[in-house]
Each structure stands twice: as structure tokens, then as C-alpha cells.
């Protein structure tokens, strides 16, 4: 029996032939092969010719005909980090993908054991219970893609080797905030020569998912998303924290989890791997992503790539600098307004108000203060900060703003040429700093000059205009 395939532009042909047992020797089939086409000849109307049904089955085929146009994974070198409820599912869908063919490696990564309480929202089923879940998503998904190259880690995130010449791509999707945090950090350190990484997790009961990828020096990393862990996030989709419900099986020992149902799990994956694509094919507008599923628990938020450098400066702006590559940026109708109660005159007294801005990374924005107010006591030698109306501007501008815009500091004058602050000043400051784990900005207006200085643990450093 032969096989004769024909591959054509428009298909692949394919059509099998029995030559009778008389002559399926071994002299005429090896002795005499060089003449063999001469006896099939001869004998043809002996030689039974079937045709076969044929269908593709090439990664070309399978991995990119839903793609015209667009670049899917193949040849790419992808370190998935997670193989839970989101990142199993992930596992799958970047694998059909193409992830993991042609000279491409998909690197699953988990520690974990797929157990009983995994099955309602895992890509597993009970097959693979009780086995490592980095090896089960491996094994799965190579038997219904037998030619992807798919390479399991049973190990944790930190034994990893993560460089440019291992990795394309780095996806963390534990969903473990600390975690993150960690590999965010690692990837920062090791820029510019780390690889982008991205990350995707779901908050509330699955009400919202997100993804940013970051690795790009212009934009956002995780730990700028959300610079304070006690704070709420720079993009904040939750509508309240307390509503997030937490349950625990106390009879079967099981720990704590936040139940949603696979849905979420599913659409989180999703969100991801349209978020691989888009980086495979260059397109990076928008690296920081959110899918709102539940309105009643989140907020829509648009999509975009947010920078972690400060806005443009408009014209007259102030920037200070308090530690290496960390800035204040003042707009300039704050410190016209500050400027206009300098105390030129024997009859003026000090003035003062507070900052309210935002935080940007490693860096603050201020953007409006306020004035001295009606029970502020204010003397030639003395401003004491006493009417509520400065608080109640913060709080105001606090959820106006959807919990970005805060306090940032404060300011006073003094009547001197070059103000410095005294020993009321440092002992008012130090309260206020202890109370916080943010930097607040100080600044006292003289006469020909101003001090600038940043509180920040414990500690007032000076910051000088550049």
C-alpha cells in the first residue's frame, strides 16, 4: 500500500494505492525499485487507487485562520505565572493561540495542587485532581494540541529565571497581590533589560477585570497603579470595599476565597489574552485595560496607557525636587494665589491654607489650596490652621475627584526676607507626617524668597526649584 499526496493552491489531495500481493515482493519493490514505475505501469488496470479525504492540520492552519491579518504567538517565548482559576483558562486560550509552536515555548508556572474546591471555576476537571496544576494544564492542553511545545514549572514565581533572552513575554495572573507587587519590583530593577510583563487579576467578587502591561519606561508599572496599598488605587473601579463578600468552609479546614463564578475567571483570561495579541501585533495604545461585568459593584473605566511622570507642566508651573528623581509640581495659579499674602506691610499678618493634589507614582501634582478662613487665628508672628472649612475642602475634593484628589500639605507666610521654618513649624509638621504614610509638601512665602521642603517619615527634607 503507497501513499501519493499532491498539495496544490487550493487544497491537498490525497489518494491511496493496493498493489496486488503478487507483486509486493521484496526483489520488485527493493531489488528492482529503480524500475518500478515501468511495472506499475504495465499492471495498472490491477492496482486498486483510492481516494482519500484529507483536511489541514498545520500550525499556519490551525493557530492563524481566525486571524487574517494579524500576527498570532507562534515562535514567541511566553512565561505564564499561575495556572489558578484565571490563568488555567489562559493557559488554554493562549495556546490556541499558537503559544508554544513553530520554535515558540509556552512556561507554565504554579506550585500549587489542583483540589475538590478548584473544580467549579479551574480548566481542569477531576482527571487531574491532586496532581500540580502547571503539570495538569501542560498535559490537558498538549493532548488536544499535540504539536505545541507547552514546559510546566512545578515551583514557585521566585525560582524562575526571568531575562530578555528567556522570555518574550511575562504574564503574572495569581491574582495574589503580594506576589505582584514582587514581580512588579523585580521587573523594575532589572529594567531596561527585563522583559514586558503583564498582569491581570480580578477585584470585588469578579465585579471587575483587569490587565496593565507595563516595561515601558513612559508608562505605568503595577506598584503605579496603586502607589499606597492603605489608598485607594489611581483608577478606582470599586464602588465600595466593604461590599466585597469573603467566605470560609470551616468544617473542611479550607481557607478564606472570595466567591464569583467561572464567568468572571473566563472573561478575566479573555481580557488577557486580547491583551497578548494586541502586544504580538504592536499595538500598545491602551496598556492599562478594565472589563466592568457587574454595575452595581464597579465603575466603567475607559481604557488607556497612563504615564508614571508627572502631567506637562503648564506655563509657570513650579517643580521641586526633594529626593534624587522624585518632584513636586506646583500649578501656577497656586503659588500666585499664595504669593498674593506675602506680608510686605508692618499691619500684615500670616497667612496660610492647605495643599490638595494627587500622587503620581513617586512623585506629587498640586493643583489647588486653599485660603485663610474666617476661625483661622492669624497674627504678625502666627498662623494656627483652626477653621474646619480646610478639612471639609479636602473631603470635598476627595470625592469629587473618585478618591484621587487629597491632602498634600500645607503653606504660610512669614514676614522675612528668606524664610526658614521655626521650632512651632517642625513640631506642627511632625504631627501631621506621623499621621501618615505619604510625603506632604511645606512651603513658607517670604519676602525675596520662598522654602520648599517635604515631610516624609519622620523626617523634613529640603527641595529646591529646578
Given at each position: 500500500?503507497?501513499?501519493?499526496?499532491?498539495?496544490?493552491?487550493?487544497?491537498?489531495?490525497?489518494?491511496?494505492?493496493s498493489?496486488?500481493?503478487a507483486?509486493?515482493?521484496?526483489?520488485?519493490?527493493?531489488t528492482?525499485?529503480?524500475?518500478?514505475h515501468?511495472?506499475?505501469?504495465?499492471?495498472?488496470s490491477?492496482?486498486?487507487?483510492?481516494?482519500?479525504?484529507?483536511?489541514?492540520?498545520?500550525?499556519?492552519?490551525?493557530f492563524?485562520r481566525?486571524?487574517e491579518?494579524?500576527?498570532?504567538l507562534?515562535?514567541?517565548?511566553i512565561?505564564?505565572?499561575?495556572?489558578?482559576?484565571?490563568?488555567?483558562?489562559?493557559?488554554?486560550q493562549?495556546?490556541?493561540?499558537?503559544?508554544?509552536?513553530?520554535?515558540?515555548?509556552?512556561?507554565?508556572?504554579?506550585?500549587?495542587l489542583?483540589?475538590?474546591?478548584n473544580?467549579?471555576?479551574?480548566?481542569?476537571?477531576?482527571?487531574?485532581?491532586?496532581?500540580n496544576?502547571?503539570?495538569?494544564?501542560?498535559?490537558?492542553?498538549?493532548?488536544q494540541?499535540?504539536?505545541?511545545?507547552?514546559?510546566?514549572?512545578a515551583?514557585?514565581?521566585?525560582?524562575?529565571?526571568i531575562?530578555?533572552?528567556?522570555y518574550?513575554?511575562?504574564?503574572?495572573?495569581?491574582?495574589?497581590?503580594?506576589?505582584?507587587?514582587a514581580?512588579?519590583?523585580?521587573?523594575?530593577?532589572?529594567?531596561?533589560?527585563?522583559?514586558?510583563?503583564?498582569?491581570?487579576?480580578?477585584?470585588?467578587?469578579?465585579?471587575?477585570?483587569?490587565s496593565?502591561?507595563?516595561?515601558?519606561?513612559?508608562?505605568?508599572?503595577?506598584?503605579?497603579?496603586?502607589?499606597?496599598?492603605?489608598q485607594?488605587?489611581?483608577?478606582?473601579?470599586?464602588?465600595?470595599?466593604e461590599?466585597i463578600?469573603?467566605?470560609?468552609?470551616?468544617?473542611?479546614?479550607a481557607?478564606?476565597?472570595?466567591?464569583?463564578?467561572?464567568?468572571?475567571s473566563?472573561?478575566?483570561?479573555?481580557?488577557?489574552?486580547?491583551?497578548?495579541?494586541?502586544?504580538?501585533n504592536?499595538?500598545?495604545?491602551?496598556?492599562?485595560?478594565?472589563r466592568?461585568?457587574?454595575?452595581?459593584?464597579?465603575?466603567?473605566?475607559?481604557?488607556?496607557s497612563?504615564?508614571?511622570?508627572?502631567?506637562?507642566?503648564?506655563?509657570?508651573?513650579?517643580?521641586?525636587?526633594?529626593?534624587?528623581?522624585?518632584?513636586?509640581?506646583?500649578?501656577?495659579h497656586?503659588?500666585q494665589?499664595?504669593?498674593?499674602?506675602?506680608?510686605?506691610?508692618?499691619?500684615?499678618?500670616?497667612?496660610?491654607?492647605?495643599?490638595?493634589?494627587?500622587?503620581r507614582?513617586?512623585?506629587?501634582?498640586?493643583?489647588?489650596?486653599?485660603?485663610?478662613?474666617?476661625?483661622?487665628?492669624r497674627?504678625?508672628h502666627?498662623?494656627?490652621r483652626?477653621?474646619?472649612?480646610?478639612?471639609?475642602a479636602?473631603?470635598t475634593?476627595w470625592?469629587?475627584s473618585?478618591?484621587?484628589?487629597?491632602?498634600?500639605?500645607?503653606?504660610?507666610?512669614?514676614?522675612e526676607?528668606?524664610?526658614f521654618?521655626s521650632?512651632?513649624?517642625?513640631?506642627?509638621?511632625?504631627?501631621l507626617?506621623?499621621?501618615?504614610?505619604?510625603?506632604?509638601?511645606?512651603?513658607?512665602?517670604?519676602?525675596?524668597?520662598?522654602?520648599?521642603?517635604?515631610?516624609?517619615?519622620?523626617?523634613?527634607?529640603?527641595?529646591?526649584?529646578?
Amino acid at each position: 500500500m503507497a501513499f501519493l499526496a499532491i498539495r496544490a493552491s487550493n487544497g491537498l489531495f490525497l489518494c491511496r494505492a493496493s498493489i496486488p500481493v503478487a507483486y509486493r515482493t521484496k526483489e520488485l519493490l527493493q531489488t528492482r525499485r529503480g524500475n518500478l514505475h515501468r511495472t506499475l505501469t504495465r499492471i495498472g488496470s490491477k492496482i486498486s487507487i483510492e481516494r482519500v479525504n484529507s483536511a489541514p492540520a498545520d500550525t499556519d492552519y490551525i493557530f492563524d485562520r481566525y486571524l487574517e491579518g494579524s500576527s498570532t504567538l507562534p515562535g514567541k517565548r511566553i512565561l505564564l505565572i499561575g495556572c489558578g482559576t484565571i490563568g488555567s483558562f489562559l493557559a488554554q486560550q493562549l495556546a490556541q493561540c499558537g503559544a508554544g509552536s513553530r520554535d515558540g515555548e509556552l512556561t507554565l508556572v504554579d506550585p500549587d495542587l489542583l483540589y475538590p474546591a478548584n473544580l467549579g471555576r479551574h480548566l481542569l476537571g477531576a482527571p487531574f485532581l491532586y496532581e500540580n496544576k502547571a503539570n495538569a494544564c501542560a498535559e490537558f492542553i498538549m493532548e488536544q494540541l499535540p504539536p505545541l511545545n507547552i514546559r510546566p514549572v512545578a515551583n514557585y514565581a521566585e525560582s524562575v529565571e526571568i531575562g530578555p533572552s528567556l522570555y518574550d513575554l511575562v504574564i503574572d495572573a495569581t491574582g495574589e497581590e503580594a506576589l505582584s507587587i514582587a514581580l512588579n519590583h523585580r521587573a523594575v530593577k532589572a529594567r531596561p533589560a527585563s522583559p514586558p510583563f503583564l498582569f491581570v487579576w480580578l477585584e470585588g467578587n469578579g465585579a471587575v477585570a483587569k490587565s496593565v502591561l507595563t516595561g515601558d519606561l513612559d508608562h505605568v508599572c503595577l506598584k503605579c497603579l496603586k502607589p499606597r496599598l492603605a489608598q485607594a488605587p489611581r483608577h478606582k473601579t470599586l464602588k465600595s470595599a466593604e461590599d466585597i463578600i469573603v467566605e470560609r468552609n470551616a468544617a473542611c479546614g479550607a481557607g478564606a476565597y472570595v466567591p464569583f463564578p467561572v464567568s468572571r475567571s473566563v472573561g478575566a483570561a479573555a481580557l488577557a489574552c486580547d491583551h497578548v495579541l494586541d502586544w504580538a501585533n504592536g499595538v500598545n495604545n491602551d496598556r492599562f485595560r478594565s472589563r466592568t461585568v457587574d454595575n452595581a459593584k464597579a465603575y466603567n473605566i475607559a481604557d488607556s496607557s497612563p504615564s508614571d511622570r508627572l502631567t506637562v507642566p503648564p506655563a509657570g508651573s513650579l517643580t521641586l525636587e526633594w529626593q534624587p528623581q522624585r518632584y513636586v509640581l506646583i500649578h501656577p495659579h497656586c503659588m500666585q494665589a499664595m504669593s498674593a499674602y506675602t506680608q510686605r506691610q508692618e499691619r500684615d499678618r500670616e497667612a496660610g491654607g492647605i495643599f490638595l493634589g494627587s500622587y503620581r507614582g513617586a512623585h506629587i501634582e498640586i493643583r489647588a489650596i486653599t485660603h485663610p478662613l474666617r476661625q483661622d487665628r492669624r497674627e504678625r508672628h502666627l498662623f494656627d490652621r483652626s477653621d474646619p472649612g480646610h478639612q471639609a475642602a479636602a473631603k470635598t475634593a476627595w470625592a469629587k475627584s473618585g478618591e484621587t484628589t487629597t491632602f498634600t500639605g500645607e503653606w504660610h507666610t512669614h514676614p522675612e526676607n528668606n524664610p526658614f521654618p521655626s521650632s512651632r513649624d517642625l513640631q506642627t509638621w511632625k504631627g501631621l507626617i506621623a499621621n501618615t504614610t505619604d510625603p506632604l509638601v511645606f512651603i513658607i512665602l517670604g519676602w525675596s524668597s520662598n522654602w520648599y521642603g517635604v515631610g516624609y517619615r519622620r523626617r523634613v527634607y529640603s527641595a529646591k526649584p529646578i
